[in-house]
């Protein structure tokens, strides 16, 4: 009796058991109803300062999408790496001529313009971190010198007819140390402040000789030190790429003057504008080609020619400070790392 009874129970739970696995196995033919998603509007707290400025209170409890796309802070996809930039070029220069060789007798040698000339450039900057709001960029011009010559030319001197004969020599060279600013960019456009340094220097040698057993010869040189304020704009269109930045730098202008022995100093204020125009080509990933014009203006600089005495004479009045430009085209390359 005692074994019929256990073998009955032991049928009665294996049976229990595959039923239970044949209505496991069986799918789902209906889902249950979807509840009703929660009205969850964050309410302000009108007690907290973000809510009286029409701002709700962030609930940790909630999940909010931003209301527009997320600004893209590097359009270009630029990385870590185009942090720092350096450029070499090559100029092609012209600077003003030389005023006027006050010669006897009412004879003016005027104008004379060196030709011209080779000149080289190397700019270098980098960004001080990877959000490129702030940059320092140093820059340096040297133009090689420049010799004009004229002459002889008859005139009738003290001892009667004689003859002349003129030469002029000039050098120029700059460097800059800016800081940029960024105050605008997107895909296309850019706009930087600029703010900074600037030294020019203007070197001349004014020779005039005299039949040709007197001459005399004049020198003068000119150190410019100011702080200049501009604006740099970039208009970026696929591969290319237009520069565009003025500054004007106020500052003093340093002239020194030395003809037969007699030297003159002067200091004098002085303003130096400068244009800059260049246009780029991308060439690799991390390069780029570029052609430009550049253009500065020295309201103020010592000139050789000026007063220049022809015989060994004292100058007749202090010598004057005139005006003086360059002008060059340019063309280089512009490494990124």
Known sequence: ????????VFLCTAIGQIADAQEVSESPTQLPPLLQVPDCTPIPNRNSQRSK??????????????ETLPADDDPEGECAADRYWIAPAIYYGWTAPSTSFRLPNSFVNDGLAPPARIGYGLTAGGWFSDERKNALELGGLYLSQGVARTGPIAF????????????FREQYLTATAMLRRRLFRDEQFEFDLLLGYVYARVGEVATVAVDPNLATVGRARTNFHGRSLG????????????????TAALGFSFGHWNANGQNFDKRRFAVLPAVTMRLDRSICENGRAFVGYDFQYLSRAARAADNLPVFNGPMAVQ?????????????GVEVRF
């Open 231 to 246: 604006f740099a704009g970039q208009y970026r269109y696929e591969e290319w790429t237009l520069n565009v930045s003025g």
């Open 1 to 8: 009796m005692r074994l019929r009874t256990m073998a009955a």
């Open 319 to 331: 010598p004057r400070q005139g005006e003086f430009w360059f002008q060059a085209l340019n063309a």
């Open 156 to 167: 009738v001197g003290p001892n009667g007819m004689t003859t002349a004969n003129s030469e």
């Open 53 to 66: 400025r029409g701002v709700p209170d962030y609930d940790r409890s909630l999940i909010y999408l931003p």
